[in-house]
């Protein structure tokens, strides 16, 4: 998965790969969700959003991604992988570990053998090797997240978006899935724009941490996040993580008037 | 990534405790209908014997000369050759719902101004009572088998076109926009989203029209006696003659076919979907 093509630039270098300049959103019964959003995600970086629930998070990574347009303002996204983890896991129901993994490159008309390849790869890359057979219905909810970022791996993504991936999960899986995201993020070279409402988690995975405030859904501070990648899980427990994570919360507290 | 892999699931099942409680459980599911069932045998010998003097007793035959009516070689005969009768008309009508039921829904799901054109006529379908149209369904298709088709296809199409609807509609707003970030076609989409998560109410919907399509089937042969009919002629000939007793054998022919075919396609609903969905039988 980490095979890019020659063209494409390696993660260290900086580049642009989504930038958003004053952008607005309102929905058409009236409500603003977001106003003026200026926001940038380079290549190299894995940048999260925390805010307040009902804060047009979420709607930030529709307009990213294209599902929704935004009404105001500039949305500039330079590549066209990619990846998508939804809140839910999103699998259908129907197909085994190994078919849902499959179901993107299928709908891209990549040819099967090719698919089944890829597909085993990202299934490794998740550590679900052993479970291809298995349905969503005998998955624990960690292990849906991991098929469903399986999944997404698959497209060979330059951009990653992560809206709330891992908010349904215990505590324990969700850290355990935090380390194996930013291992990945280190290893698999894609840039990130990951929403969550848990400063620790927003602390610990990016390289950039965004703080929105809610209606209507604005920036109200940017911190940048300087542990060395990857990052060891330690780190949680130092006084630096903690100073980090308690100005977070206070400008989370400030900007919600 | 260290996970550990869930137990099978036939392991699990192992490690309920309670064997004795599951058995106690199973005669606690069969036990009531049983008594249910005796008690009605019962109440029947009372009216035949208690109620009714012996000049009105063939109003209702006691439960074994129903019994022993059914086993005589010339009714059985008569009754097992109107049975598959009726059955080959349930089938072939069921068959015929299920396609036009569910290519009705699927055009329905694909447009909002096909739904709101066509839907108003699938309810109107279920409305007017059949009953109304039969006699003029008999004088335009003939009275023998294809008029008896249609009177069951006509009972039994509603719950198709009505379940597969709502399967179709009712999938996750989240898997829709998965396929839609790749730019799936509208083919591709029912292909492989609408129509698998649909299949589970479309199932549903088989089991109901497969026991209408029973009912159409017998209210048809009722009404439309030439060519060869079934269980419904049967009933009213020996209405007719006054045989009670096989009047009665054969409503309970046709019962029990409804329940068959009511059971098997819960069972081949099951067989189909209930991997993946707690399909209850």
Known sequence: MTIAPPEVAPATTTGQLLHFEDVAMTFPNGTTALSGVDLTVNRGEFVTVVGPSGCGKSTLLRIASGLTPATEGVTQVDTSRIGYVFQDATLLPWRDVQSNVELLAELNGVPKAKRRATAKQAIDLVGLSGFEKHLPRTLSGGMKMRTSLARSLTLDPELFLFDEPFGALDEITRERLNDELIKLFTEQQFAGLFITHSVSEAVYLSTKVVVMSGRPGKIVDTFPVEFPLPRDPEIRFTAEFAELCGKVSHALREGHH | ?281
């Open chain 2, 1 to 281: 990534m260290t996970t550990t892999p869930p137990a099978p699931l036939k392991n699990r099942t192992l490690m309920r405790p309670a064997t004795v409680k599951k058995s106690r459980s199973k005669t606690m599911t069969w036990l009531p209908p049983i008594l249910v069932f005796l008690a009605l045998i019962g109440v029947w010998y009372a009216i035949t014997y208690l109620v009714l003097d012996e000049k009105r007793r063939f109003l209702m035959p006691p439960p074994h000369e129903v019994v022993a009516a059914f086993f005589d070689p010339d009714t059985l005969s008569e009754i097992l050759v109107a049975l598959g009768r009726t059955t080959a008309v349930a089938l072939v009508g069921l068959a015929i719902a299920i396609v036009i039921g569910v290519v009705w829904a699927v055009a329905m799901s694909q447009a909002k101004w096909v739904e709101r054109s066509l839907y108003p006529y699938a309810v109107v379908l279920q409305c007017i009572p059949i009953l109304a149209l039969v006699p003029l369904i008999g004088f335009w298709f003939g009275f023998e088998y294809p008029a008896r088709i249609i009177v069951c296809v006509m009972i039994a199409l509603f719950p198709m076109v009505s379940n597969t609807l709502f399967g179709l509609q009712s999938v996750d707003p989240g898997q829709r926009e998965l396929f839609q970030l790749q730019r799936a076609n509208r083919w591709t989409v029912l292909t492989k989203l609408e129509f698998p998560a649909a299949l589970p109410a479309i199932f549903a919907g088989m089991r109901i029209s497969a026991g209408l399509a029973v009912v159409g089937a017998i209210v048809g042969d009722f009404f439309f006696r030439r060519g060869e009919p079934g269980l419904g002629s049967l009933l009213s000939t020996y209405t007719a003659r006054l045989r009670s007793a096989e009047l009665f054998a054969t409503i309970f022919v046709a019962a029990l076919l409804g329940v068959a075919i009511f059971a098997l396609f819960g069972w081949i609903g099951k067989r189909a979907v209930g991997r993946w969905y707690d399909f209850s039988a």
